[in-house]
Every structure is written in structure tokens, then in C-alpha cells.
């Protein structure tokens, strides 16, 4: 298990849901026809864009049987398996594990606060029960996030913990683990620091929910990343920046729904109901992108 056996970009997938809570699977098949059409072959499904703490075992087979289909095995996929507990964390791992998939992405246990000799024994516990290989996923925002010292112990002690995305936006973790020389992959989570991670060169790769959504711009950002000086990496660093800036005012997920559909992808639907407000808020971002997208994004392609 080494750190190149998870890298590039991954784009953290959106799961499309009818209202009542459902699967949409011609609309997730449909998204992932855009991005294989956009060069992204490799799909991270069930994290925290793709709202894990609404699907069922069952919901799971089938997100991950409608990729494999769309993409015709030719694809990498990572699944989430985030759990309050244990028990549900492994059965999901079972089914990823016979559904094919590359790995496991493993959140912490949710709802409550744990300390980091809970969260350890968690993570060896569920790990202990799959033969695939499993990136920890730190998500302090939603759950008990992890500290340094217990990603290295982990990785180290773990023959099939290989890693870890860090979704926290915080670069502590990944800088740790470069300094100390341990082999793992080191996956960025949060878009907002992809570019200075590239700059510092102390990540591997992207689990990027912008490239459901954008892809053209992560692309061009990571193509660029052994010239992080250049004006081009510069301007898709920019560029980046300005559309997080737009989705910080939405929940994640709605915020990318709202801009696929922007792009005339899938609509964008949710599992509960939604504001008058938000959908005015929604409307307005989708006419900031259209602008925006039409005057800058498309000049990142000429210069290819």
C-alpha cells in the first residue's frame, strides 16, 4: 500500500434524490455521463457532497451499480461509508466491497464528540473487517475530527489505512505527515486550499465537489501544479476562489445542484423542502454563473 495508489482528481459525486428521499438514478447517470464527458474518470460517491447521512445500504448498491454501468467499469471509484457507528460502517464497507470499488473513504463516528482513542479504536475496528484499502476522512465540521498524532498512528499501524482526505481546510495534517515522511496518500478535501497545497507540494491528489460542478477550472489547476508561478495557475487559482465564494452562502450540495442545473445537466432536487429564499438566492447565483462562467471559464481551455 503505497502513496501512489490514490491520486489525481476525484470528483466527490452528488447523489440526485426525489423527494422522498429516493435515488434518481437516470439523473445520477446523467451527471456522470457529463463528467466522463469533461475527463473526470474517477468518482468519490457517499461523502459529504453526496449527502451520506441520507442513504441507506440499499441506496448505496445502487449508486454504485449506476456508476460502474454509466462508466462501464472503466471508472475508479471510492465510496464513503460514514456511519453514527460501527455496525452500519461495516455493512456499508461490505457492499463497496462487493460492488468493486478502489477504496473506502471512512468519516469518523457522527453526532456525538469522541476523543482520539475512540476515534482510533473506530477506525481499526471497521478497518479490521474489509480487505480494501481505506482513506481516513477528516470532517471536523460535522464530526470529531481527527488530531496529527492519531492519523500517523493509523496509517502506520494499519496495513490497509493508506491515507487520508482532509476536508477539514486545514493544512496541519497533510504538512504533518510530509514532514514526518510517512508513506501515505494525502488527499485534499476542501477546495479552498487545493491550490497552496499544490504550492507546498504536499498533497497527492483531489476529492473535489467544485469538480462535479466545475470541472474545467480543477483541471486546469492541477494541470498547472508543477508551474504553481505561472500566470495559468494563477488565474485557476483565481478563478476557484471566486466560484467557493458563491457557494459559501448555500449548504454544499444544494449550492452544486443548483449550479449544475445552471449548466443544464440534471435539475437540481431535493429530500426536503426548500425556501422561497433560497431558491431567489439560487436564482441569482445561477445568473452570477452563466456571466461568469461564459466570460471566464472558457478562456482557461483556449490556453490548453
Known amino acids: 500500500m503505497t ?6 482528481i476525484y470528483a466527490a459525486v452528488l447523489t440526485p434524490r426525489m423527494a422522498d428521499g429516493s435515488i434518481d438514478v437516470a439523473a445520477l447517470g446523467k451527471l456522470i455521463s457529463f463528467l466522463l464527458s469533461k475527463e473526470i474518470t474517477s468518482f468519490a460517491m457517499n ?11 440499499r441506496q448505496l448498491g445502487t449508486i454504485l451499480d449506476t456508476v460502474k454501468k454509466i462508466s462501464q467499469g472503466k471508472s475508479n471509484i471510492l465510496c464513503g461509508v460514514g456511519a453514527p457507528g460501527s455496525a452500519l460502517a ?3 464497507a461490505a457492499i463497496a466491497q462487493d460492488e468493486g470499488v478502489k477504496g473506502l473513504l471512512l468519516p469518523m463516528p457522527s453526532f456525538f464528540p469522541y476523543r482520539q482513542e475512540d476515534l482510533d479504536l473506530y477506525c481499526r475496528k471497521v478497518a479490521d473487517s474489509t480487505q480494501l484499502p481505506i482513506l481516513l476522512y477528516n470532517l471536523p465540521q460535522f ?14 499501524e494499519v496495513p ?5 482526505k482532509d476536508s477539514s481546510g486545514s493544512l496541519d495534517i497533510l504538512r504533518d505527515l510530509s514532514a514526518c515522511g510517512v508513506d501515505a496518500c494525502r488527499i485534499i478535501g476542501n477546495d479552498s486550499v487545493l491550490a497552496q497545497a499544490l504550492i507546498e507540494g504536499i498533497c497527492d491528489g483531489v476529492i ?6 466545475l470541472p474545467e477550472v480543477i483541471i486546469d489547476l492541477y494541470r498547472h501544479k508543477q508551474q504553481t508561478g505561472s500566470v495559468e495557475f494563477q488565474r485557476a487559482s483565481r478563478l476557484l476562489d471566486e466560484f467557493i465564494v458563491q457557494l459559501d452562502s448555500f449548504p454544499t450540495p444544494w449550492g452544486l445542484k443548483w449550479i449544475i442545473e445552471a449548466r443544464g445537466v440534471i435539475p437540481a432536487t431535493f429530500s426536503q423542502p426548500v425556501t422561497a429564499h433560497r431558491i431567489a438566492q439560487s436564482q441569482q447565483m445561477a445568473a452570477w ?5 461564459t466570460s471566464a471559464v472558457p478562456s482557461l481551455s483556449a490556453t490548453r
Open 3 to 8: 502513496s501512489t495508489k490514490v491520486s489525481g
Open 47 to 57: 461523502g459529504a457532497t453526496g449527502e451520506f447521512c441520507l442513504t441507506t445500504p
Open 90 to 92: 461495516i455493512e456499508l
Open 143 to 156: 464530526t470529531s475530527g481527527l488530531s496529527k498524532e492519531t492519523v500517523r498512528a493509523l496509517i502506520t
Open 160 to 164: 490497509n489505512i493508506v491515507g487520508i
Open 208 to 213: 473535489s465537489g467544485v469538480a462535479t460542478a
Open 289 to 293: 454563473f452563466r456571466e461568469w462562467f
